[in-house]
């Protein structure tokens, strides 16, 4: 599993990052997501259903939204 702290950038940047990792990582891997930016805790999940990741929260408060993607 890869872990990726994107708590400190604003939308797009977190999205744009992700699409790159997952790119990388082979079929069956685990990116875990560390976001903060309301925009992004809105755009990232919905992207990754919609592209065919598999999704699970594993945090999310006012702060901070923790989650699994998996390829």
């Known amino acids: 599993m890869k872990l990726i702290d994107l708590t400190a950038y604003r939308c797009p940047y977190p999205l744009v990052q992700i699409k790159l990792l997952l790119k990388q990582l082979p079929q069956g891997e685990t990116l875990k997501v560390l976001l903060s930016d309301p925009g992004s805790c809105k755009d990232v999940p ?26």
Do not use: E, P
């Open 46 to 71: 919905v992207w990754a259903k919609k592209s065919g990741y598999q999704i699970s929260l594993l945090q999310q408060d006012k702060s901070i939204m923790a989650i699994n993607i998996t390829k």
